[in-house]
């Protein structure tokens, strides 16, 4: 496969120039290589170039760890130089990228590369909710590409956007529950605490119905993997209708997820059942971390 090859199926499944693109990717599944790692990080920034043009922005999850707050010791600190956990894609971004704008979140920043760069970056940081860029590419009417991703664990990005706008993001059992630590604009070394968790996306391909009734989404082949390419407004919409009128829909399918099932939101008086039967066995997962 090359990259021209690439650039051909990425045009077919309806990315243009001038796109605000948001891309999460598994560039494995994808399977285009060239000669070593770093050269096909740079193709791959090289790829996204030629599709979006100049007048084009792509948004790339650059995001980094967190930890258990009480728990666990560590002296990590977010800068815009730390190293993402987020995979190959936020690499290329983060060290091939020349002019490349990464937000400054301490745990959810984003890089952007493009036209719309400093307008995502600029509400991308620890004063502003964790989701903010994902409202700035809606906004701008951007699309989604899940590169390689498009299966039961993963979503559009519109879903957290969503959550967030319904404050769902802050009533999650796990709010508070992880910190990090950053440097603010003086230089001083802050602690911040993750207050919004956005949680499980197991369950919420099964709203791909609606998004393939509004057209909303194009599923086509990139390399050798399936991909989605999502119209961000479109599925915003859909999801926002499925979170407020039947949230029950996107839990997903292990039943001691404690995001979709111990959330009276998604699980109605589920909940309570959940718990009863969940907390014994998390009660010994806990005890036997603190004394192993
Ligand atoms: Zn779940």
Redesign the pocket.
């Known amino acids: 496969m090359s990259k021209s090859q690439v650039i051909e199926q990425l045009q077919a499944l309806g990315v243009n120039k001038g796109d605000t693109l948001f891309v999460a990717a598994d560039l494995m599944k994808v399977g285009y290589f060239n000669r070593s790692i770093d050269q096909t990080l740079k193709d791959w920034v090289d790829i996204f170039q030629e599709l979006l043009g100049d007048t084009g922005t792509i948004v790339v999850p650059t995001y980094s760890p967190q930890f258990l707050r009480f728990f666990q010791k560590y002296d990590f600190v977010f800068t815009a130089d730390t190293a993402s956990d987020s995979g190959s894609l936020a690499k290329a971004y983060l060290n091939f990228s020349p002019g490349a704008l990464r937000g400054r979140h301490p745990t959810n920043s984003c890089t952007s590369k493009g036209f719309h760069s400093e307008k995502i970056a600029a509400s991308d940081g620890p004063e502003f909710p964790k989701y903010s860029p994902y409202a700035k590419v809606v906004e701008l009417g951007g699309k989604n590409l899940m590169l390689g991703i498009v299966d039961e664990r993963n979503c559009p990005f519109t879903y957290h956007h969503v959550q967030e706008s319904l404050g769902h993001t802050k009533t999650h059992p796990f709010s508070r529950l992880f910190e990090t630590s950053y440097l603010d604009a003086s230089g001083e070394k802050k602690k911040y605490i993750v207050k919004e968790v956005g949680?499980?996306?197991?369950?919420v391909h099964k709203a791909w119905g609606y998004h393939l009734a509004k057209e909303a989404v194009k599923f086509g082949k990139v390399g050798r993997s399936l991909s989605a390419l999502v119209d961000a407004k479109k599925s915003a919409e859909i999801l926002y209708k499925v979170m407020t009128e039947n949230p029950h829909l996107i839990?997903?399918?292990?039943r001691s997820?404690?995001?979709?099932?111990g959330r009276f939101r998604y699980n109605g008086a589920g909940a309570i059942w959940f718990y009863a039967r969940e907390f014994p066995i998390l009660l010994g997962k806990v005890l036997r971390r603190l004394f192993k």
């Open positions: 949680g499980c996306t197991g369950g839990k997903c399918d292990n997820c404690i995001s979709c099932y």
